[in-house]
């Protein structure tokens, strides 16, 4: 086995541990979900009488929500994205695998990876990252998706993370126009997305019509420079720890210059922040660390229980507020309180008239 190889596959062991059993998440910074008030729309609607499917890719998934990638590539990981696939599959929404680099190094280890085989119907997002694709050619790129029966491609941009990880691959010059080009040159529609450090309104500008859909995984949630800080010892990250755009505030930028799908993530933890980031203008929101430490503790039924819980207390909180729909709320009036308003209006990303939906469509 080359050594290259051989250090992928640690990592994707470490990296479950470090999450797993230190704390990893921002210490002060935060979604600002918290800033977002849903106004109510009418009459308090019983949660059962509410319908939060949607459709993706054409299909009907239950409800807004995805597992965002995190593993395979480590014989040990297959078992976590089989149950995973298993839980994503009985309920009925997607889910995304971690970085496929190992199976490009080792194509012996896509095993890890194929998770489709115990979950036929699941929508899977495959995963690589956007600094290998200087290095890989679309044809390359298509058989890897294809080994695994991926639908989609998550293509992650992590500078952030790169820049603090020992053996970190800092050099991104020509990373963007590499990923419009694989956006526009593989069959799978391509999403591109961060690990935790949010897309900013520059970047969405620069992939609006070439990507299919941008996923923020902005800062609020689990710190990638705070895992590798603990991997390095320390040596490097810690100043870095609380640095990235807060989720909510990357959903409203990315939506201020991207045309496309708008996904929310990084720090989703709660009913209520998806009933926000739906009220916003986000097509999907993701989570990480919550589904893995839910198959950790209990396998496929586990993520399955977390899920069921999930959707059902977003249905019922979604009735409360007198939405009987995800296209009701997604027309639902907010308030946007400080300091999201005031770094709205910084970042020149601030809808003029919250009360105008038609806002939120162009910059
Ligand atoms: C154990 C673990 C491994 C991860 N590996 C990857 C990866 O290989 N590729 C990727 O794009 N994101 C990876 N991520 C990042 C997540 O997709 C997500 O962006 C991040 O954890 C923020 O979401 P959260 O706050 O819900 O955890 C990983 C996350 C976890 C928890």
New binding site residues.
Partial sequence: MPDESRETQSR?IE??DI?LNKET?YRSKTTLFECIEVLPGGQRINGDDVDVSTALLGRRIAAPIFI????GGHPATYEINKNIAIAASRIGIPM?V??QRAMYEKQDLAYTYDVKKVAGDLILIG?M?ATKLLKYDNRKIQEMLDLINADML?L?T?PAQESVQPEGDIDFRGVYSRICEVGKGIRQPVIL????NGISKEVAKKVDGKVYAIDV?GA???T?VGVETYRSRGAYGSAFWEWGIPTALSVLESKSAFHGPVWA????RTPSDIVKAVAIGADMS?????V?VSERKNGAEGVYRYLDRLIADFRNETGSLGFSSIEELKNAKIRISEPLASLLEQRGAAPKNLEDRKLFETA
């Fill in positions: 994707k990296h479950i999450v998440q965002s990638g995190m593993t995304g971690g970085s995963n990252g998550a992650h992590n997305k961060e690990v935790g995984q609020g949630g689990t990638w993530s990084g720090g989703i993701g989570m990480a660390k919550p893995l």
